[in-house]
Each structure stands twice: as structure tokens, then as C-alpha cells.
């Protein structure tokens, strides 16, 4: 019978413990720790990610700023706030939502994050280290997808690990940290012939496609662990990748969509930026 792998819950409990180690930070060095985030435009599903990471950081007792720009900002003028940011001694965290409009670079913006503040782990530096296997700060997504295959209690070291999907934010750093943990990795993406015939050999499969219904119950083997990073608005739900009442039967652990990945995503967000703040005292 499977289990659900509570992602809610598990971030509610590292939350609770970064509250208490963000309290002992004020009192004892008169530090808080303080997440800057940037959005450009109006897409309203950004919007209300960044709305959920500026109510969670007051909810832990931390500091932020949110910078609400208009679609027609230039990359130059984008650009100076992030300068400003990386000098300002409230932040100790920036992160600027992606997408971003197509007249602004993605690279050139994630590269002018000072990479001691860059809490997304998206700076060309912060990447780097993270292939070196020296993880400095690591993307937020694939660090919580990493925490909840360890809540089962597997053993990640030897085993057969798929991933789907090979996205900076998601795919390629879940597949890097896997790697990192000494499992045997395929990373799969839309070019992939027979994905079948790979996924059927996992132990753990990661799914980061965006596409619901990519991984059905005939591709999977029986007690496979499935981690679902997939949010897909279907009518009025959200769904992940995969189908999770076709599949559940066969795997031993499962992540529920919602309730899985996402509140790890921003739990490991106010957890970065703890951490960067601990680097100033
Ligand atoms: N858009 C979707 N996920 C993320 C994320 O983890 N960080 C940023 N900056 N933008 C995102």
C-alpha cells in the first residue's frame, strides 16, 4: 500500500524550527533576515507564488520587501534595483520571479544577483558549485524534492533514479543533487525515445515536465517512490505530472499535488535565506 508523503506538513515542521532559529538570531546578534523579491508583470500565477513567499516570511519572523514592476521596465533599469539590492544590508536574500518577460535576460539578470544573496541558487556560481558537488546555495525546488525522498527513509545512495524534465529550476538540479547523493541518474525530456523502457528500471522517479498525465500506471514498477513537482491548472483543480489515483497502488511512497512540492519550495526559500543572513555574523 502506498504511502503519501506529507510535504505539508514536513515543511510546516522545518518552518517551525527556522522560527525559533531566526527568534535566537534577533536576540542574540539584533539580526534579522530579510528576502527581497522582484516580479515583473502581471501573470497572475506569479503573483500569487510571490504573495505566498512575502506572507511566509512574516509568518517566521523574517523581513521583506516585495518589488512589483510594471511589464514595460527596462532589463537596464531591472538591472540598478538589483544593484541596489545586492547593497542593502536588510536583504540578505533576492530573488527575482521567473518567467521573465522576453525582452529582459534571464541569465544576465540571475548573473547580476550577487551570488552570496542569490537564496534561488540560480547565479552561474551557485551552479557551479553545485556540479562540483561543494553546494553553496542550492535551487529551492529540487532541495525540497531531496528532503522529501529522505522523509521515507530511502536510502538514495545505489539506486536507479529518473528524472523528467531537464528545466534550470527543476529537472537539472534535482538530477545534480541526485547525482550528488550517489544515485545511478537519467534525466528524460521531450526528445526521450522509449521513456517507458527507462522509467520502468526506477526506484525513484522525479517528475518536472509540466505536462499531466506524462507518467502512467504501465511505466512504472511496483514500489517505485514518485515525487511529483507538476502544477497544472485542470479546470478548477490542480494535478501534478502524473495521474496520482492511476498510479498510487503500485508505488510505496507518493508526493500528493497539492501538498507535496510546493510548500517545500518556499519553506527551502526562508531556509536559504536564514542561511545567508547566519554568513553575517
Ligand atoms: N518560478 C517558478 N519557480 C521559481 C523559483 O523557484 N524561483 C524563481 N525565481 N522563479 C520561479
Redesign the pocket.
Known amino acids: 500500500m502506498a504511502s503519501i508523503i506529507d510535504g505539508k506538513k514536513i515543511s510546516e515542521d522545518m518552518l517551525d524550527g527556522l522560527k525559533s532559529s531566526i527568534q535566537k538570531l534577533k536576540d542574540e546578534f539584533n539580526l534579522t533576515p530579510g528576502l527581497a523579491v522582484v516580479i515583473v508583470g502581471d501573470d497572475p500565477a506569479?503573483h500569487t507564488?510571490v504573495n505566498m513567499k512575502e506572507k511566509k516570511c512574516n509568518e517566521v519572523g523574517m523581513y521583506s520587501e516585495v518589488h512589483r514592476l510594471p511589464e514595460s521596465i527596462s532589463e537596464l533599469e531591472l538591472l540598478k534595483i538589483i544593484e541596489e539590492l545586492n547593497y542593502n544590508d536588510k536583504v540578505h536574500g533576492i530573488?527575482?520571479?521567473?518567467?521573465l518577460p522576453e525582452h529582459i535576460n534571464e541569465y544576465t539578470v540571475n548573473e547580476h544577483i550577487s551570488f552570496e544573496k542569490d537564496v534561488?541558487g540560480?547565479h552561474p556560481v551557485n551552479i557551479g558549485n553545485l556540479q562540483l558537488n561543494r553546494p553553496s546555495f542550492v535551487?529551492?525546488?529540487p532541495k525540497g524534492i531531496i528532503e522529501l525522498i529522505k522523509s521515507t527513509g530511502t536510502t538514495i545512495e545505489g539506486k536507479n533514479a529518473v528524472v523528467l524534465g531537464r528545466s534550470n529550476?527543476v529537472g537539472l538540479p534535482t538530477a545534480m543533487l541526485l547525482l550528488n547523493e550517489n544515485a545511478t541518474v537519467t534525466i528524460c525530456h521531450s526528445r526521450t525515445k522509449n521513456l517507458k523502457e527507462t522509467t520502468l528500471k526506477a526506484d525513484i522517479i522525479v517528475c518536472a515536465t509540466g505536462v499531466h498525465g506524462v507518467l502512467t500506471e504501465d511505466m512504472i514498477k511496483e514500489g517505485v517512490i514518485i515525487v511529483d513537482a507538476g502544477i497544472i491548472k485542470l479546470g478548477d483543480k490542480m494535478v501534478g505530472d502524473v495521474n496520482f489515483d492511476d498510479v498510487m497502488h503500485k508505488t510505496s511512497f507518493i508526493t500528493p499535488v497539492p501538498g507535496g512540492v510546493g510548500p517545500m519550495?518556499i519553506a527551502m526559500?526562508m531556509k536559504n535565506t536564514y542561511e545567508a543572513a547566519l554568513k553575517c555574523v
Request: one cysteine or more; glycine letters at 0%.
Open positions: 506569479s507564488y530573488l527575482v520571479q521567473l518567467p534561488d540560480f535551487p529551492c525546488t529550476i519550495t526559500l
